[in-house]
Each structure stands twice: as structure tokens, then as C-alpha cells.
């Protein structure tokens, strides 16, 4: 049974591009959440949403940054434009239900920006 | 707000020898508690959780016990492998409040040798 599928696996970009991040979450699963990880942050939850629906978005960490969820199968992560500091592994997870506690993670996507 | 301390690592430890990571939480509610664990290069996996007072999780010869009297969650293992060099997070999530939303420790990684 596949898992949460991120793509790219790897990302390398100029600063001031546009970088997009996508995520398929486990099938069946009603929830969603996009996490950044950095040495010095940690692993910071920047959005999450439920049934398609943007739930809570105050770790976006400013207007550069946007979410969708246009469907349950498809969610994408996109900075514009994209700057040095936001080089991070970014994850995507799924929960099965906005109650159900465990949330499954993908591999992550490692983005440097230059 | 609610917020997860970890011990700081690496911890380096020899194959066979004991494991404690120390995990204290403060939460206004009534949190369920969690240690993920990540494997060089993947995503965050759900190693164990408590859900009340003197639950105790278990995994993988590893356990946790829920402290509310001391508010921790330390993991503990027996005898640790070389296989479970990786980097381990506590997380809580609230019971009340809205939703799914973790919050996790720094993260404390876990080096075992020959």
C-alpha cells in the first residue's frame, strides 16, 4: 500500500524562482499537513488542512508562501519568490480523520536555494 | 502555549547498552503523547503513543510511560542496535483546542556503535 508520495525528492533553485512542492496523501485520508525542517527550527508545522480545507495556517511563515488542497488526492506547497533562507526539508503527512491522531509522513522534499 | 523539551544530543551509545531520552511537556489541557522516529533520509514514523496518565507505550523494544505528576514521556530500551540509529522526537497533541496538531520536540539523535 503506497504511502504519502512527495515530488521532487530534491529540489535545486536560483533565489527569486518559483518553487512548488507536492504531496499525494494516503488514500482515504481526510486530513493533511505540510512541515518544514531546519537544524535551527526544528520541525515546524506550516499549514494543515481537513476535508480540502485550509484548517490552520499560522506557521506560513509569510506571504511567499501558499497552500492548496484542490482535491483529496493532490496538495501543493509554493514559494514565490523563493529566497536562500527557506532551504529546509519540507514533509507532507496525512492523518486518516481530523480526530485520528497518528499522522504518516512522506520521505520529504530537500530544497536548496542558492 | 503547549511546548515539548527533549534532552540535546547526539547520544552515542554502544550496541546492547541501555536507552533513556528524556521528554518533559507542558501543556493547559490533557495531551496525548508520541515519540516519532526518523531513519536517515525518510520521513517521521509513529514509534509509540500514551493517550492518558500512567499509559505506557511500547514498540520495537521500546517504551514510554505517561508521568502526568512529572509531565515527561521518557523513551527507554533495553538494549539498543546499531538499526535504531536515527533521530527520535517527542511530540504532544491537546485534546482540547481544534484538530490534529502536533508539536514536537527538537529532535535527539541516536548513534549506536559496534
Known amino acids: 500500500d503506497a504511502g504519502v508520495i512527495q515530488s521532487p525528492r530534491h529540489e535545486v533553485t536560483e533565489m527569486g524562482q518559483e518553487v512548488t512542492l507536492r504531496c499525494k496523501p494516503i488514500s482515504g485520508h481526510n486530513s493533511l499537513f505540510w512541515y518544514r525542517q531546519t537544524m535551527m527550527r526544528g520541525l515546524e508545522l506550516l499549514i494543515y488542512?481537513?476535508?480540502?480545507?485550509?484548517?490552520?495556517d499560522s506557521g506560513m511563515p509569510e506571504d511567499r508562501f501558499s497552500a492548496k488542497m484542490p482535491n483529496a488526492s493532490f496538495s501543493t506547497l509554493k514559494i514565490q519568490p523563493s529566497e536562500p533562507r527557506d532551504s529546509a526539508v519540507y514533509f507532507c503527512?496525512?492523518?486518516?480523520?481530523?480526530?485520528?491522531?497518528?499522522?504518516?509522513f512522506g520521505p520529504g522534499t530537500r530544497l536548496l536555494v542558492l | 502555549g503547549d511546548s515539548v523539551t527533549q534532552m540535546e544530543g547526539p547520544v552515542t551509545l554502544s550496541e546492547e547498552a541501555f536507552l533513556t531520552i528524556n521528554c518533559t511537556y507542558t501543556a493547559t489541557g490533557y495531551p496525548s503523547l508520541f515519540w516519532y522516529v526518523q531513519y536517515p533520509g525518510e520521513g517521521l514514523q509513529l514509534l509509540l503513543k500514551a493517550t492518558k496518565a500512567d499509559d505506557k507505550g511500547s514498540n520495537k523494544g521500546f517504551e514510554a510511560t505517561y508521568r502526568k505528576e512529572t509531565t515527561s514521556f521518557h523513551l527507554e530500551k533495553g538494549s539498543v542496535q546499531v538499526s535504531d540509529s536515527a533521530v527520535y522526537f517527542c511530540?504532544?497533541?491537546?485534546?482540547?483546542?481544534?484538530?490534529?496538531?502536533?508539536?514536537f520536540g527538537t529532535g535527539t539523535q541516536l548513534k549506536v556503535e559496534l
Open positions: 488542512f481537513n476535508n480540502n480545507v485550509p484548517i490552520d
Open positions: 503527512a496525512s492523518s486518516l480523520s481530523f480526530s485520528q491522531e497518528t499522522q504518516y
Open positions: 511530540a504532544l497533541r491537546e485534546l482540547t483546542g481544534g484538530g490534529n496538531k502536533l508539536t
